[in-house]
């Protein structure tokens, strides 16, 4: 229900395929896209993950069968799961991108939230219906608001009303919104822009986002300085401005 391919440049793709439930995850479901994630993170072949779902869907979240037949133990080890896919996501040193058809929803879109870029088609749908399933959304739903703005947050998440693909470009919580028969290339081409650069220096730069989204603003100043100096004694800057400046020169 998890499958992979191999995409040009790099680009590892990981397809959620349970189409006949709307690509609705269940628990092996979440074990299995951490892993392939994983997976992707430690190979060096890989340089750029994208992640989509099969059929006409991203995905409806996670299987309400998880919730319906569902404990407090099983329900801590599910959003734990979670938590380390969204942590391996926003933490892995690769760009990842989404793209998304139709629904989005819950888990689906921490999952989205958690990624670089998010693509998506006209009839695409973004939603944290769980407080209509008697939950409170959790984990990296915490990030919406990063996103989207505090206002708009409490918004959806306290509704559980979806928002379409144009109001979620206009609240900035997608970067594209494309034809369906683009949206694929297009995520991966996101990712592939990326790609162009040094993989240290992205590595730098993500780690450095995650870093401002949980220090006070005067640390995220002073501590990203270190950063700087490091890719100078590595020589990466040096490099690439020499090259720039020899393609100038002969234009």
Same mark, same amino acid.
């Given at each position: ?7 040009e ?6 397809v ?11 628990r ?52 734990e ?28 879109? +921490?999952? $989205?939230? /958690? ?8 009839? @695409?749908?973004?939603?944290? #219906? %769980?407080? =209509? ?32 693909? +144009?109001? $979620?470009l /206009? ?8 034809? @369906?028969?683009?949206?694929? #290339? %297009?995520? =991966? ?32 100043? +002073? ?29």
């Amino acid at each position: 229900m998890i499958r992979t391919d191999n995409l040009e440049g790099g680009i590892r793709l990981v397809v959620i395929d349970r189409p006949e439930k709307l690509n609705a995850m269940t628990r092996e479901m979440v074990r299995t896209l951490r892993d392939r994630v994983s997976d992707a993170e430690g190979d060096r072949k890989v340089r750029a993950v994208v992640i989509t779902g099969e059929g006409s869907s991203f995905s409806a979240g996670i299987d309400l069968n998880e919730f319906a037949n569902g404990s407090a133990d099983s329900a801590h080890a599910l959003i734990e799961m979670l938590k380390d896919l969204c942590a391996l996501i926003r933490n892995m040193p690769k760009p990842v991108a989404v793209a998304v058809r139709g629904h989005c929803l819950g888990g689906a879109l +921490e999952v $989205a939230m /958690a990624s670089d870029f998010r693509v998506c088609t006209p009839d @695409a749908s973004f939603g944290m #219906p %769980e407080v =209509a399933v008697g939950l409170p959304s959790v984990i990296d739903a915490a990030l919406l608001m990063h996103y989207v703005g505090l206002g708009r947050a409490k918004e959806m998440l306290l509704t559980g009303e979806p928002i379409g693909a +144009e109001q $979620a470009l /206009a609240w900035g919580l997608v970067n594209r919104v494309v034809e @369906a028969d683009r949206v694929l #290339p %297009e995520a =991966a081409a996101l990712a592939a822009t990326v790609t162009g650069h040094h993989p240290s220096t992205v590595r730098a730069q993500k780690e450095l986002i995650e870093d401002w989204l949980n220090e006070p603003l005067e640390e995220s100043i +002073e501590n990203s300085i270190p950063f700087l100096v490091e890719s100078f004694r590595e020589g990466v800057p040096q490099k690439t401005a020499r090259e720039i400046l020899e393609r100038r020169r002969k234009t």
